[in-house]
Every structure is written in structure tokens, then in C-alpha cells.
């Protein structure tokens, strides 16, 4: 469970992926910027106070919002007792985890907050928002940008893998920057996703999702680029990546993978 729990709102989000991801329209997103961390805490996680215990009014308890009273209980108490803002939060449901991304007080001492957070019993998970960058190479690496796809292709015998299935019926999620739908490669295969990322890419900084889109799913015996490992399914695209520009690797961080994956259940 712990790992489990790591992969969801830590830095092991970034292994072992299946990258990609798109959305329109988007929704508004948080402002990432400056110093951040992720709280986690038990669904539940301290009871419900007395009626007329507490005369506070929170508009996070409001109908349609996510989060149990216990869970709301105790991020409201973490926010008062250690100065901390929330910018957004979600509840990840395998987990029993109501989750928050919160801004610290300025000037504040990042690492002794984070100590005292960790020792507190009502935290279940406690870490800073964490960014990644995807495993890219710049254009000039290579002479043809296909060769080390198509090599994997080979390497892994995903043509007699293909005899026994192509994946036909299987939707796979896709968790990376914006996928490119009408590649031909890719055309009429591609659900409608959603944007976890919400930033303005940078000319060619959107290239990583539809490449890996394309060794996932690239149609096959068309003429046309390469042969995906599952040609047969769907793509849902979840973007929790931006681009950086070409030839330079996209970024993501904790929160927007941890949001895409949650979705991808």
C-alpha cells in the first residue's frame, strides 16, 4: 500500500509509465508556481465535531465537494496550525486518501516544516511537489528518430505478440504532455481526455505524447510511420505534462500526475 500510495502522490509517479495526454476544452488549473507541498490524510481521519461545536463556515462543505467531514476536519486544522493555503485538492478513492496541495507561509523553513508534518499522526503522506521531466533526447541524438522505436518493437517480439491480440476492446490512458489526435497514425483512436497541465507549450514542446502515443498504438499495415505494440486499442489522453520547446524534455510534477492518475481509474 505505501508504494502504491508513493506512486500516486510521489516521485515514483514517474517510473514505469504510459505516457501521454490531451484534453479541450481544458479546466481551470492551479497556479504551480513557488514552493509547494502534498498533505494526504485518512478519509475520515478525525471525527465530526459536535453540532454547534465549531461556528465556522467552509465552503468546502458545500455540496458536490469532494472530501469527507473527518478528512476536511483535519487538512482545515494542518492549514491553521502550520500557516499553510491550500491552492487545490482531491480525494483518490483506492487509496481512502483525501489529498491537498497547499502553499507555505513565505519565508518559512521548508524542511523542518515538512519534518514536523511527518511525525504528525494525521498525516498519512507528507512531501513537496515534486517536477519531472520526461525521458527525451534532443533531434540531433539520433539520424532517424524512429530507429530506437522501432528496434523495442523488435526486441520485445511485439509482432508475435500480435497474433495472439492487437488490443482491440482495451482503452489504455495516457499519462504525458498533449497528444497530437489527427496524426494519421492516430486518427479516429483517441477518446476525449482532459488537461491536468492547463500551460501554453512552446512551439514542438507537445511532440513527447504523440510519440509515445505512436509506440503504443501506431496503426499498423497502413504505409505510415510505425507499427504500435497494441495497434487495436483506444487512447485516453490525461496531459499532466507541458512542453519545454523542441528538442527539449517536457515536465510534469507530483500534482498534475497524481490528479491524471486518479482520473485514469
Same mark, same amino acid.
Given at each position: 500500500? =505505501?508504494?502504491?500510495?508513493?506512486? *500516486? $502522490? ?6 514505469? &509509465?504510459?505516457?501521454?495526454? $490531451? ?16 498533505? +494526504? @490524510? ?9 453540532? !454547534? +461545536? ?6 468546502? =462543505? ?12 483535519? *487538512? ?22 483525501? $489529498? +491537498?496541495? &497547499?502553499?507555505?507561509? /513565505? ?6 516544516? &515538512? ?7 494525521? @498525516? ?28 523495442? %518493437? ?9 497474433? /495472439? ?25 483517441? #477518446?476525449?481526455?482532459?488537461? %491536468?497541465? !492547463? ?5 514542438? !514542446? ?29 487512447? &485516453?489522453?490525461?496531459? #499532466? $505534462?507541458?512542453?519545454?520547446? #523542441? ?7 507530483? %500534482?498534475?500526475? +497524481? ?7
Amino acid at each position: 500500500m =505505501r508504494q502504491l500510495a508513493r506512486a *500516486l $502522490c510521489g516521485p515514483a509517479v514517474a517510473l514505469g &509509465l504510459a505516457l501521454a495526454g $490531451c484534453a479541450t476544452p481544458p479546466p481551470a488549473v492551479p497556479n504551480t508556481a513557488g514552493p509547494l507541498i502534498i498533505v +494526504a @490524510v485518512a478519509e475520515g481521519a478525525s471525527p465530526r465535531g459536535a453540532a !454547534g +461545536a465549531a461556528a465556522r463556515a467552509d465552503y468546502r =462543505r458545500a455540496g458536490g465537494y469532494n472530501g469527507s467531514d473527518g478528512a476536511l476536519d483535519a *487538512l482545515s486544522a494542518l492549514e491553521s496550525e502550520h500557516q499553510l493555503v491550500e491552492v487545490d485538492a482531491w480525494t483518490i478513492p483506492t487509496l481512502n486518501w483525501r $489529498c +491537498a496541495l &497547499l502553499r507555505p507561509a /513565505a519565508g518559512g523553513d521548508a524542511a523542518a516544516l &515538512l519534518e514536523r508534518l511527518s511525525r504528525d499522526r494525521r @498525516v498519512a503522506l507528507v512531501q513537496p511537489l515534486n517536477e519531472f521531466r520526461t525521458l527525451a533526447q534532443p533531434d540531433s541524438a539520433y539520424n532517424d528518430p524512429y530507429v530506437s522505436l522501432q528496434t523495442g %518493437f523488435a526486441a520485445i517480439d511485439a509482432a508475435g505478440a500480435q497474433r /495472439a491480440s492487437r488490443g482491440d476492446g482495451v482503452t489504455v490512458a495516457l499519462i504525458d504532455t498533449g497528444l497530437d489526435p489527427s496524426h494519421p497514425d492516430l486518427q479516429g483512436r483517441t #477518446a476525449q481526455g482532459q488537461d %491536468f497541465a !492547463g500551460r501554453m507549450a512552446d512551439a514542438g !514542446g507537445e511532440r513527447h505524447g504523440t510519440e509515445v502515443a505512436g509506440i503504443i498504438a501506431a496503426s499498423a499495415n497502413n504505409g505510415i510511420g510505425i507499427v504500435g505494440v497494441a495497434p487495436g486499442v483506444r487512447l &485516453l489522453p490525461l496531459r #499532466a $505534462c507541458w512542453g519545454g520547446g #523542441a528538442g527539449q524534455a517536457a515536465r510534469c510534477n507530483s %500534482f498534475t500526475l +497524481a490528479r491524471a492518475l486518479a482520473a485514469s481509474w
